[in-house]
């Protein structure tokens, strides 16, 4: 809590898939993986999938049981909105 929430569309997204500047969304939260990446059980290859794009999916299919919520209080960056459908 605390810092300030940004909205995201996919297209801001996207462009935050680099080891250093790694973004990702979970249920509608973008969090910034940068500083997760190298503590992650499962390796970094395995949640760089989710780098830049909406991996909820991926994240569910393999841990869903894992509370990323709390995992990744500190991570948090905002929301992930709607895009205008001309962006898409
Ligand atoms: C394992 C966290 C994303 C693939 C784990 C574990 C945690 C974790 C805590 C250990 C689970 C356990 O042993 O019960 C996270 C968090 C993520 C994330 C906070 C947030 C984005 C992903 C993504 C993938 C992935 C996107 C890609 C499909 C895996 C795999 C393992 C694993 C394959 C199993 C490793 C093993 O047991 O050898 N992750 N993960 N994770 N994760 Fe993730």
Redesign the pocket.
């Known amino acids: 809590t605390g810092g300030k929430m940004i909205q995201v569309t996919s297209q801001e997204l996207r462009k935050h898939r680099k080891l250093e500047d790694c973004w990702?969304c979970?249920k509608g939260r973008i969090?910034n993986?940068s500083h997760?990446l190298n503590y992650?059980?499962?390796?970094v290859s395995?949640?760089?999938?989710?780098a830049g794009i909406d991996?909820t999916s991926?994240?569910i299919?393999?841990?869903s049981?894992?509370n990323?919520i709390k995992?990744?209080e500190k991570c948090v960056v905002g929301h992930l909105i709607a895009s205008p459908q001309f962006l898409v």
């Open positions: 990702t979970i969090y993986l997760y992650h059980p499962g390796g395995e949640i760089m999938r989710a991996g991926l994240f299919e393999v841990h049981w894992v990323e995992m990744l």
